[in-house]
């Protein structure tokens, strides 16, 4: 029976724990009675299920299943994606869906490339649109209402074609890459304030006076870090975007079938590979590849992501949670995965998570009446760097890359085959056709056998697989986030403080040591196989994602950590290399967005602070996948 200790305690306690009193196991039984309520006649039997994978901590559930469940209206969906249409009647239909979902718990994912691009005229009207970024900006604005009314931090995932005439305006609103001089002020000013006029600009430079370019500078900036700062942005690219950076041509924009104007393709290249190097934005959505291998690509096409990128969904989609803690599946007499053991918690993972689309109260009418149409699930992994430390391979080299491959497909093949026999009790998803099902770019990927078998019984679920972040519930489990490798042995975790004996706010700092490695070091292991996500070479890090891609349906989110002076140009290349192959790709530059709550220690300094007292052990990790954050108050009621 597992029961969390430390700061995993106060993860628990203070994000899913019905109430400080609830035990780990009580929620446990709480949780898996409440989601085996779709079980009709056999609920005692699947709570039972439930539990025993739950506590013995092999599958750990969603965040918003655990906190959800048991509660009045429990919200237990992770994200949704929601449509845009080119209207005001569409534009209010997304801002209010938007604040709907936000206000239950969810993420929203938006495509604005429907939309019309700025400039462009409104029949009817004799006006202008003022284009999509400026419903992102609306979208974002509802984002801070939301914040500023006690709710949760909104999260959202805004993306935009390529080819859409706004793409340069978008990618330059979320970055703050501003010019000012004496000449440009008024300029810049009408470029920052979109509906500033000319003469409003002057009056604004003159009442600064000459040689004041600073001040209005900060004008701007604050006026720029506003728009889009609650969202996490991406790019929409496929293959014709690749083909045309390669052969240096030019990206034609249109509208209603009409040119108009153009743009060169390696201009956009750059500016996305520049901007993501800086500040690890935009990420890269690979819509085509994405749809390619969409299993119901017959019925709905895939239009973004959720905030986190580790599902594509059609319009009114949702993610739904839940993962496989790898480390508890390593058989300690072997010294090799439990493959049995790993196929029975597969099994009930993919019942336990089609379940949850069945007891779960929905924010939106279309979003139930999709989800229950298509069943799409997501059964992800965590642990997958402190499992390949336990099982003595590294995480990048061909050996450690041979057992990733070995597992992933095992896993794919025992969750198609769950689903199958899932069918055959329950019945397939709604709009499931055979023919076309299994025509799908991923379905080619599976064996004949499971083929066989989806052709014979149906299949319950659209898509199964993921890999999520699971940023907090792996630190509640005890282990590596998701498919990442472990961030370090230890950890500097610096947090704000209040100075002793006045209101002033100092950075404090305390030192975390990796759980698995003091094991390994106390009983004499050798570390070899103890690599951390700083010292894997990038390319590696895509290698690693390239190979699990081949294996989910839906899609990973993983951070390809580069080094503070990595060379952008180097980045760009491998990008390129490697963008055409994953459906999205997110990067992080070590030191690029400043306050890192997070300093890694080398292998050396943490054997160095094992030996000292007032260490904490835990997971090295934060909220954010890789740690990627800045600091902020420290959690209280930490053990």
Known sequence: MYEPQGFAKTIFTQRYAINEQETFPEACQRVAGHVAQAENGKRDKWTERFVEVMSQNRFIPGGRIWYGSGRAKGQLLNCFVVPTADSREGWGKTVSDMLIISGTGGGVGINFSPLRPRGTPIRGTGGESTGSVSLMEIINETGEVIKAGGGRRTALMQCLRYDHADIMEFMHKKFNKVDVNNENISQVLMDTFPNLPKDEADKIVEMFGAGQED??????????????????????????????????????????????????????????????????EPGILN???????????????????????????????????????????????????????????????VRFLDDVLDVNVYP???????????????????????????????????EGRKKVEQIFNFIKKRAYEASTYLAAEKGSFPVFDADKFL????????????????????IRNCAILT??????????????????????????????????????????EEIVIDPLFQELYEEGYDLDAFVSAHEIDVEDHLRMQNIVQKHIDNAVSKTINLPNDYPVEKYGQLLQKYGPKLKGTTVYRSGSRGNEPLVPLSVEEAKKHLKESGIVIGVAQSDCPSGVCEISEPLTNEE
């Not at 803690?325 to 493959?339: A, F, K, S």
């Not at 025509?439 to 149906?458: M, P």
């Not at 100075?499 to 706010?505: A, H, L, P, Q, T």
């Open 215 to 280: 001040i209005i500078k900060s004008l701007i900036k604050y006026q720029l870090d506003q728009r889009l700062k609650n969202a996490n942005v991406s790019v929409l690219v496929d293959d014709e975007f690749f083909r045309l950076v390669k052969e240096e041509e030019d990206i034609v924009f249109t509208w209603n079938g009409k040119e108009t104007g153009r743009i060169s393709a390696k201009d956009v290249w750059d500016l996305i590979v520049q901007n993501s190097w800086e500040s690890g």
């Open 287 to 349: 819509i085509g590849l994405a749809n390619e291998m969409n299993n119901i690509w017959y019925h709905k096409p895939l239009i973004s992501t959720n905030p986190c990128g580790e599902i594509w969904l059609e319009e009114y989609g949702c993610c739904d949670l839940g993962a496989i803690n790898l480390v508890e599946h390593i058989d300690p007499l072997t010294g090799d995965m439990d493959w049995d053991l790993l196929a029975d918690t597969v099994t009930v993972g």
């Open 467 to 508: 890999i999520a972040p699971t940023g907090t519930t792996s630190i509640m489990a005890g282990t590596s986030s998701g498919i990442e490798p472990v961030f370090s042995p230890g950890y500097k975790r610096r947090y704000y403080a209040n100075k002793e004996g006045s209101n002033d706010r100092v950075i404090e």
């Open 439 to 458: 025509e799908s770019g991923f379905c080619k990927t599976l064996t004949k056998g499971t083929r066989a078998k989806i052709k014979e019984y149906g």
């Open 364 to 398: 939106l009418p279309e979003i139930e009446k999709n989800c229950q149409t298509v069943r799409r699930i997501g059964l992800g992994i965590m642990g997958l760097g402190h499992a390949l430390i336990k099982l003595g391979v590294r995480y990048d080299n061909n």
